[in-house]
């Protein structure tokens, strides 16, 4: 290599930046030394842009193109090189290249369970995941609050300071949407979309957006879960006679196809369950009415006259069958003004007014007519 080679080969003639992990937000290009060349080819591409430092100075920013380095095209790094009239020979300068695209497919969730107020279930527990896109809209803030002088900074450097941000908005989001647990999935669309714009804003001084955020799955406890899942299989399942009755018809249909030893004997017995339920069921459907139990104890027996209930000074009184009623008269405690009650009665009734009572009190004859 001749002088001329090792001289130009301290001379840099093209500026770009061709990014093949395609998670680097920030690249620094490596002039180790070298001077970029009066009249270099700046190459900048679509979703970058390139931002030349000097002295410690954000200078000089240029959006996607092809640019020939020259005084018209860096002001306000000629500004702080002092180049008043020009320059003509190389100069040394630090170039940023800033990815300005949608960095997708970001991963964020919760750690620990999110603690919301349920109007249906009270307390409860709430974790959440989901995706969001990250991009860059200022590449001089990011340079300034984030990148300082990290010749490459990429996604996850940035993707838990980011995370912690969104966790703490998410619980807020949820909470303020004021929505029942069971409609969180159903509304997890406009919910995202508020949250873009609460982190988008929150971001704004460090140069950074989220033009996209999606929460994939809100979910409880596990503990909580299996207790829903027995509360939805209730409600599903119905009538939960019915469904047993269902579930022993399967059962001998299976031991049916089971012939011999135990697959019989559990038919015959759960056959023979079954078809004594049935019978019973059938029974009290055509029994009649007036033949069931009540409620309180066994039916009266047949042919037995029903006993009475006495008010006496205010005092219950008996049962007394209709046999002890004279008895009672006798004695005083029963006149025809007393009141009777008896089973089938709506209410207290005097006596006088019963059929079957009136004929113990002794007839009093009529008024006598007026004498002449």
Known sequence: ????????????????????????????????????????????????????????????VFTPG??????????IL????????????????????????????????????????DAEFGMVRLRAFGT???????????????????????????????????????????????LPMLDLAANQQTIGDTLAG??????ADFGISIPRFVIENISMPKEVEEALDKRTSMGVLGNLDQYAKFQAAEAIGDAANNPGGAGEG????????????????????????AQQAPAGGPPPIPGAAAAFFLAVNGQQVGPVTVAEMPAKVASGELTPTTLVWRDGMPQWTAASELPELRSIFPATPPPLPPQA
């Open 266 to 289: 559990m038919g015959m017995g759960m056959g023979m369950a079954l078809g004594q339920q049935m019978a019973n069921n059938l029974n009290q459907q055509s029994r009649p009415a």
């Open 66 to 75: 092809t640019y020939t380095l020259e005084t018209k095209n860096l002001p």
């Open 198 to 203: 609460t982190l988008t804003t929150n971001l």
């Open 1 to 60: 290599m001749g002088l001329f080679d090792k001289v130009k080969g301290q001379f840099i003639d093209i500026v770009e930046f061709l990014d093949d992990s395609r998670d680097t937000l920030v690249w620094r290009f490596p002039r180790q030394g070298n001077e970029i060349k009066n009249n270099a080819q700046l190459i900048v591409r679509e979703g970058q842009v390139a931002v030349f430092e000097s002295e410690g100075q954000i200078a000089d």
């Open 78 to 117: 000629s500004t702080i090189k002092g180049w008043k009239y020009g320059f003509n020979s190389p100069f040394k300068a630090e170039v940023y290249f800033v990815g300005m695209r949608q960095y997708t497919d970001m991963k964020w969730g919760t750690q620990n369970p999110v603690t919301l107020r």
């Open 132 to 178: 969001y896109s990250l991009q860059v809209v200022d590449a001089a803030k990011m340079l300034r609050q984030l990148v300082g002088t990290d010749p490459q900074f990429r996604t996850d450097e940035v993707s838990e300071f980011l995370r912690q941000n969104i966790v703490s908005q998410v619980g807020t989001a949820l909470g303020n949407s004021n």
